[in-house]
């Protein structure tokens, strides 16, 4: 092949990438989608810090759905453990039950409960959430007085997926 026929190919080839990847952009933005990196370790063992992860606003949230909003003029990124009208109880141990129902917590390592600013048990209000980190070790959370619960108004959406390194949430 000559010279600048391999030119053209690669230029080729590169202009098809760019219009691919404009085009996946283009449909984000249209879809409210929108990309965060990860900061610190509260969320280990299933989202390290540096991931960049890829957000959906949704018209409803899940217990155990990890969502990003808005806290303290950033972005912060938490586990959905307690819904609006719940009714939350932390034991001693750090095992969480949510309406006299203790959850299954797979993606936590140490149920450890560190001294919690909130006294046990605490009811929701509407439209207030109640989030944990997954390394409950080394979170700040709704545990904390001066973090408080999350208002839905103040959710920016649910991680759909981990773009980097490329895996499906746990």
Do not use: W
Request: glycine content about 6%.
């Amino acid at each position: 092949m000559k010279p600048n026929k391999t030119k053209i190919i690669i230029n080729l080839c590169l202009s098809i990438i760019a219009f691919i990847a404009f085009a996946i952009l283009a449909i984000a933005i249209k879809n409210d989608y929108r990309l965060f990196r990860i900061v610190g370790h509260s969320m280990n063992p299933t989202l390290y810090e540096k991931n960049i992860v890829l957000t959906k606003p949704q018209k409803e949230y899940q217990r155990g759905d990890i969502i990003a909003f808005t806290k303290d003029g950033g972005t912060t990124i938490k586990r959905i453990i307690g819904l609006p009208g719940d009714t939350i109880y932390i034991d001693e141990d750090g095992h969480v039950s949510v309406n006299d129902k203790l959850i299954d917590e797979p993606y936590v390592i140490f149920h450890q409960m560190l001294p919690s600013e909130v006294e046990f048990p605490i009811t929701l209000k509407t439209d207030e959430y109640f989030v944990l980190g997954d390394n409950r070790q080394n979170s700040r959370d709704s545990r904390e007085r001066t973090f408080g619960y999350v208002n839905k108004n103040d959710i920016i959406g649910q991680v759909v997926k981990s773009l980097i390194p490329f895996k499906d949430i746990k």
